[in-house]
């Protein structure tokens, strides 16, 4: 079934199809991950690494789906996604050692990382002057997902709380039951009018992929929304660790957290608008500044209020960049390499969010956990300054 490439019924049932498949995808690891593995016989090394297999499947994934689907089509890449979120979560159900569980978590690693650019691709194809909102509306429908799953997760390992191995059951029966309900909604998204990339060959996909990689303003683009994320994985790992040490309850610490995913998710589509109205480069210089300053501010701040109103003006900042950047490299690339485009920005989101933790944690180390902060606010800073650069010597190549 053919439709209008500016129809609201694919973006509709993309939005829906990635709350469940995001909430499918987080209620896996947050909060049972760590307690399955510790059930199983793991330490804390083995947990880390549990922890980190899908992320490594997305750096590595992320790409090659983005290209496969500037040849494939959109959708078939989706419904591959798909199959992934539906049979993943079952596989849990047979693991009994730690090992069996890295694999299934390296399997399950791959839904997203195809999921995510493939849809961020498609959207982009079908909208271009509302483009920036758009693309905040899905990711506040996979916000939601993500906000709600460990509460779901939480409250299922609670009412099971006696019986330690059925809890992680029920919870992997319902991470299954959202992933086969994502799939069923892939198999019902409409065809696009024009499915991009749908008749490449291998060579003209190749051609389209050095284009993307080759272009210097996508490229110092992604760099910067890589760079927000190692700040987001910073304040993600350590600021609960920071606040334990200023004296500041667990209670507390979930409201920060809690905040800055809300606000993240309440602001993303008005962000989008804005960039669609008044620009995107702008945006993401003053949103990258503005969260560098905020997280640079943790390390001065020691009571509860104080802590709330960065962590909120951070979520902000986050909303700020990242509502921009995605449209913005959409803009910069051809409708059929957009996903070749939205690969490597899912890569390079993945590499910034997960080299985040590990470089802050060797700086809170040596120097303590405002330290870590800090790196985090100069890595920003460099990326903002370096994309100014080029936003100022380069300006034919951009669009808004």
Request: hydrophobic fraction near 50%; charged fraction near 10%.
């Amino acid at each position: 079934m053919n439709i209008d490439r500016t129809s609201s019924r694919p973006f509709t049932i993309l939005c829906i199809t990635g709350f469940l498949a995001i909430f499918s995808s987080t209620i896996s690891k947050s909060p049972v991950l760590p307690l399955f593995a510790t059930h199983l016989g793991a330490g804390p090394s083995g947990v880390g690494m549990v922890a980190a297999v899908s992320a490594f499947t997305g750096i590595i994934a992320s790409i090659p789906a983005g290209m496969l689907s500037d040849r494939w089509g959109r959708k078939r890449m989706l419904i591959m996604a798909s199959v992934v979120f539906g049979t993943a979560p079952f596989l849990y159900l047979f693991v009994t050692n730690i090992w069996q569980l890295a694999i299934v978590r390296f399997y399950h690693g791959f839904a997203t990382a195809l999921f995510i650019p493939v849809s961020m691709a498609l959207i982009s194809d079908l909208f271009h002057d509302e483009r920036g909102e758009r693309l905040g509306w899905f990711s506040t429908s996979t916000l939601l997902g993500r906000f709600a799953a460990p509460i779901a997760g939480g409250t299922l390992l609670g009412v099971f709380a006696a019986h330690p191995a059925f809890s992680f059951r029920a919870v992997y029966i319902v991470c299954g039951a959202a992933g086969t309900a994502a799939f069923v909604l892939a198999l019902r998204m409409p065809a696009t009018h024009e499915e991009s990339g749908a008749h490449q060959n291998w060579s003209e996909t190749w051609q389209a992929f050095r284009s993307v990689i080759s272009h210097r303003a996508i490229l110092i683009t992604a760099l910067v929304e890589a760079a927000i994320l190692f700040a987001y994985g910073t304040f993600e790992a350590f600021l609960p660790l920071y606040a334990r040490e200023q004296g500041i309850s667990t209670y507390e610490t979930g409201i920060f957290l809690s905040s800055q995913i809300l606000t993240l998710a309440l602001t993303k589509p008005v962000m989008g608008r804005f960039s669609d109205k008044h620009g995107r480069r702008p945006q993401i210089i003053v949103g990258a500044l503005s969260g560098a300053l905020s997280i640079a501010v943790f390390s001065l701040s020691s009571s509860f209020l104080p802590l709330l109103l960065f962590s909120v003006i951070f979520g902000l900042s986050l909303s700020v960049v990242t509502s921009a950047t995605s449209a913005y490299i959409a803009d910069l690339s051809k409708r059929e390499t957009h996903g070749s485009a939205m690969g490597i920005l899912g890569s390079v989101m993945d590499i910034g969010h997960t080299t985040g933790p590990i470089a802050a944690g060797i700086a809170a180390s040596a120097f303590g956990y405002r330290i870590s902060f800090v790196s985090a606010s100069v890595v920003l800073v460099l990326a903002s300054l370096l994309f100014s650069v080029m936003m100022f010597h380069s300006p034919h190549e951009t669009s808004p």
